[in-house]
C-alpha cells in the first residue's frame, strides 16, 4: 500500500524542482528585455521579474503631442512586460518539466 521508497523519491525530486526554480528566479532578476515603440522614440529595458528598469524617450517625441507621446510610452511598457512575463513562464516551464502545466504564477 504505502511505499517509503516511493515517498522518498518524490520528496527527492521535489526539492530537485524547488532548486531549479529558485535557480531560476535568480536569473530573472538579471534577464534584460527590451522594447521599443514608435519605431525607436521610445524605448524600455524590463527585467525578467516585470520591474520597469529603464525608460529612454527621444528628444524627437517631445515634438509630438502629450497624448502621442504618453501612448507611446504606454505601448513600449506593455510590450517589454509582456515579452519578460512570456521568457519568464518559458523558463519556469523548463525548469519544473511542465509541471506547472502553464499556469501563471505573478513573479515567475
Not at 510610452?73 to 518539466?97: D, F, H, Y
Request: cysteine-free; overall charge negative.
Amino acid at each position: 500500500m504505502f511505499n517509503k521508497g516511493n515517498m522518498t523519491n518524490i520528496l527527492k525530486q521535489a526539492q530537485e524542482v524547488q532548486k531549479r526554480i529558485e535557480s531560476v528566479q535568480n536569473e530573472l532578476e538579471d534577464l534584460i528585455i527590451d522594447a521599443e515603440a514608435g519605431g525607436g522614440l521610445v524605448k524600455v529595458q524590463v527585467n525578467g521579474k516585470q520591474e520597469l528598469l529603464e525608460l529612454k524617450i527621444q528628444p524627437k517625441a517631445l515634438e509630438e503631442d502629450l497624448e502621442m507621446l504618453e501612448d507611446l510610452v504606454i505601448s513600449a511598457v506593455n510590450m517589454g512586460l509582456r515579452k519578460s512575463l512570456e521568457e519568464s513562464q518559458n523558463r519556469m516551464n523548463s525548469a519544473t518539466g511542465g509541471m506547472l502545466g502553464g499556469m501563471k504564477i505573478p513573479g515567475m
